[in-house]
C-alpha cells in the first residue's frame, strides 16, 4: 500500500549562489506547489547547472522527483543532500524522506534506517514513529510496527495515519472488531481518504458484517468511480450478504473497466455456478486462467 505524505519544502540557507541559479530555483519551487513535477525538476535542473553546491535544489528536486514516481531519481538527490551537509545541518526530513523513497522501493532496512536516524534527531517526529511502524509492518514484524504507532499517538493525536496504522496491525492478527475501531477514528480525522473505508470495508467483510462492508465499499466506489477492485471487493460483500443479482453487476462493472481484471472473471465466475450458470461460470474460470489467475485453475479444470 502507497502510504504518501507530502513533503516539506524547506531552505538550509547554507549555500551561495548565483542570481540566476536563485532565480531558477524559485521557478522550480513554484512548480512544485502547483504540483507540475516535470516542470519543477527541470528548473531544478538548470539551477543545479549554474550551481552544484545548491543544497536547497537537490533536496526539492527529489521531492518532486518522489511525486512523479522516481524512486531511483529521489534517492540520488537526497543522497547529494547528505554527501553536501555536515551532520549538525541535516534536518530530520532529510532521513524521514529518504526513508520513504527506500520504503516505495522496498528496501525497508534502509528505510528503517533513515527513519530511526529521523527520530535519532528530532525525538517527538510522529510522522517518523507512524511510517516506521508502516515498514515493520510490511516487513511482517507486526510487534515493533504496534509499538512504533503508539509511541506516535500521544505525540499527535490528530494523526490519521497512526490509528489507520493501528488499524491494519489488528487487521493483520485478524483482530477485526479492534481493526474496525482503529479505521473509524482514522476516517473521523480524514474522511477524505478511499483506502481507509476500502480497509475498513475488508476487516466488516471478514468480521462477516456484510452490510456494513457494502457501505464502505460503496463510499469508496462514491470516491473512485473508476476503481475497478472496489467494484469486486463489494461484489464479493453483495454474493456472501445473499445479493448475487447485485453482485454480478459489479463484477461485469469492474471487467468494463479493465477487461482483464482476472480477479473479476474469478469472482463472477463463482457467483455464476452458486446461481446456476455453468456455462458462464466456466467461460469466466477459463478467462481468469488465461489472465493467470492460479485460483480459478482447478474450477476451470472442472469444466471439462
Do not use: W
Not at 2 to 30: H, M, P, R, W
Not at 150 to 165: I, Q, R, W
Request: net charge negative.
Amino acid at each position: 500500500m502507497k502510504k504518501l505524505i507530502l513533503f516539506a519544502i524547506v531552505s538550509f540557507g547554507i549555500f551561495s549562489c548565483t542570481n540566476k541559479s536563485d532565480e531558477l530555483y524559485k521557478q522550480g519551487i513554484a512548480f512544485l506547489n502547483a504540483n507540475d513535477y516535470e516542470k519543477a525538476i527541470t528548473k531544478f535542473d538548470s539551477s543545479i547547472l549554474l550551481n552544484d553546491k545548491n543544497i536547497d535544489a537537490y533536496f526539492n528536486r527529489g521531492n518532486a522527483k518522489f511525486d512523479a514516481g522516481d524512486y531511483e531519481g529521489t534517492l540520488a538527490d537526497y543522497n547529494k543532500v547528505v554527501s553536501l551537509s555536515s551532520d549538525k545541518d541535516l534536518e530530520p526530513i532529510v532521513y524521514f524522506n529518504r526513508g520513504d523513497a527506500f520504503r516505495m522501493l522496498e528496501n525497508y532496512d534502509e528505510a528503517l534506517k533513515d527513519y530511526t536516524k529521523a527520530i535519532e534527531l528530532r525525538a517527538d517526529y510522529d510522522s517518523a514513529y507512524v511510517y516506521r511502524g508502516l515498514t515493520y509492518l510490511a516487513m511482517g514484524d507486526l510487534v515493533n510496527s504496534k509499538a512504533d504507532f503508539e509511541k506516535s499517538l500521544p505525540m499527535n493525536d490528530k494523526n490519521a495515519s497512526t490509528y489507520f496504522g493501528l488499524g491494519e496491525v489488528y487487521y493483520e492478527q485478524k483482530t477485526y472488531d479492534k481493526a474496525v475501531e482503529y479505521y473509524t477514528k482514522a476516517i473521523a480525522l480524514k474522511p477524505t481518504s478511499e483506502s481507509y473505508y476500502i480497509d475498513r470495508g475488508d476487516a466488516y467483510y471478514y468480521g462477516e458484517n456484510f452490510e456494513k462492508a457494502i457501505a464502505d465499499y460503496s463510499k469508496a466506489v462514491e470516491m473512485d468511480p473508476k476503481n475497478p477492485r472496489v467494484y469486486v471487493l463489494r461484489g464479493d460483500a453483495l454474493d456472501d450478504g445473499g445479493k448475487s443479482t447485485e453482485a454480478l453487476a459489479d463484477y461485469d462493472t469492474a471487467i468494463g473497466l479493465d477487461p482483464e481484471y482476472a480477479s473479476a472473471y474469478y469472482n463472477r465466475g463463482i457467483t455464476r455456478k452458486k446461481v446456476g450458470n455453468k456455462a458462464g461460470a466456466c467461460e469466466d474460470f477459463k478467462k481468469a486462467v488465461d489472465l493467470g489467475s492460479e485460483l480459478a485453475v482447478k474450477y476451470a479444470e472442472g469444466c471439462k
